[in-house]
């Protein structure tokens, strides 16, 4: 599974601790982030849009504490005197605390040193975690109708239901399982739910920024096996 990540791409100088000299106030540095680009939600066998380009920047230091919305951090370096600064990029759904949204959060500490430029490279990963259903293949189509997935988390009275190529984001925490199960129709107008299955241990553990892709297949003509990617 690979894990989903925003890219802040920036100027990455190869001099000692990425510092470029400036001729300029003595008591004053800079920084600099050249541009924001965003790469596409990844997650394997579900085809899924890309996540919006919607970065918030805050920059806190002693005697600062600037938030600036999605697009209006300044191509140019930023003067800031010299100190220690905290870095925090985040996108609307972690913003706004959306439920059931991606939410991308990262934090970076870096120092300002007088009349140098200081260049970041933060990646800023997604913190939650998604489930999806994979679509039925034609075969499966063909036998079995009307599938959704029942899933919870930690507590088995809060279940959540999908379709085929939903996806559902939840809350990470450390040390957590979903246990899901599937109800579809067979052939023969038989409703039926699979048994109640569970995911997540010390060899397989659960981790932030993926999306687990349950994919079922066959195993009679009347029941099914399934596998999580």
Do not use: W
Not at 18 to 45: H, K, R, W
Not at 49 to 78: H, M, S
Not at 142 to 154: D, E, I, K, S
Not at 164 to 176: N, Q, R
């Amino acid at each position: 599974m690979k894990q989903t990540l925003y890219t802040l791409l920036c100027l990455f100088l190869l001099v000692s601790c990425q510092q470029e000299d400036m001729p300029s106030n003595q008591f004053n540095g800079y920084l600099q982030l050249q541009s924001v680009a965003a790469t596409p939600i990844v997650t394997d066998d579900v085809t899924t849009r890309a996540v919006e380009e919607d970065l918030y920047i805050k920059i806190k230091g002693a005697e600062v504490d600037t938030i600036f919305e999605p697009g209006e951090f300044p191509q140019t370096r930023i003067e800031l005197a010299t100190g220690n600064y905290e870095l925090e990029a985040y996108n609307e759904a972690y913003n706004s605390q959306t439920m059931n949204a991606p939410q991308y959060y990262a934090k970076q500490t870096f120092n300002i040193e007088a009349e140098k430029v200081r260049y970041l490279d933060v990646e800023v990963p997604m913190i939650n975690v998604g489930i999806s259903l994979a679509a039925f293949s034609d075969e499966l189509s063909g036998l079995f109708t009307n599938p959704y997935l029942t899933f919870y988390t930690t507590d088995p009275e809060s279940k959540q239901t999908l379709q085929p190529d939903e996806i559902a984001y939840f809350d990470y925490s450390e040390g957590m399982t979903f246990s899901y199960t599937l109800t579809a129709t067979n052939a023969d107008n038989e409703t039926f739910t699979t048994d109640v299955k569970t995911y997540g241990s010390k060899e397989q553990p659960v981790e932030a920024g993926h999306c687990y892709v349950i994919t079922y297949s066959l195993a009679s003509t009347k029941t099914l096996q399934d596998t999580v990617r």
